[in-house]
């Protein structure tokens, strides 16, 4: 059963930082594509960024560019997420997402989700 758990959220000031990870299990990490996507309150869930699954190309909304980073450490088996300069608008549930696709970019392409973790940006 595969098994993706997200950590690393929390409550902080706009201009600050948040590290994100993702942690896999059940099946093997080094063959699937990773990404994170985020839902705010009343919002539909939405593409932030992937990475292919041995780490050489990655993508990113295009609201996050510039300010996100997205890697992966396959030893490890995790995913993260580097978040600077949030703003509140960047404030939501932000989800894991495993997929058979080497980028990931769409909902429909999700194989599996994480639990999610929240981020609040407080201005």
């Known amino acids: 059963q595969v098994r993706l758990v997200e950590s690393g959220g929390g409550l902080v000031q706009a201009g600050g930082s948040l590290r994100l990870s993702c942690t896999g299990s059940g099946r093997t990490f080094t063959s699937y594509g990773m990404g994170w996507f985020r839902q705010a309150p009343g919002k539909e869930r939405e593409f932030v960024a992937s990475?292919?699954?041995?780490?050489?190309?990655?993508q990113y909304a295009d609201s996050v560019k510039g300010g996100f980073t997205v890697s992966r450490d396959n030893r490890k088996i995790t995913m993260y997420l580097q978040m600077n300069r949030l703003s509140p608008g960047d404030a939501a549930v932000y989800f894991c997402?495993?997929?058979?696709?080497?980028?990931?970019?769409?909902?429909?392409?999700?194989?599996?989700w994480g639990q999610g973790t929240q981020v609040t940006v407080s201005s």
């Open positions: 990475v292919s699954p041995i780490g050489s190309m990655t």
């Open positions: 997402a495993q997929s058979l696709y080497p980028q990931i970019e769409t909902l429909p392409q999700v194989d599996y």
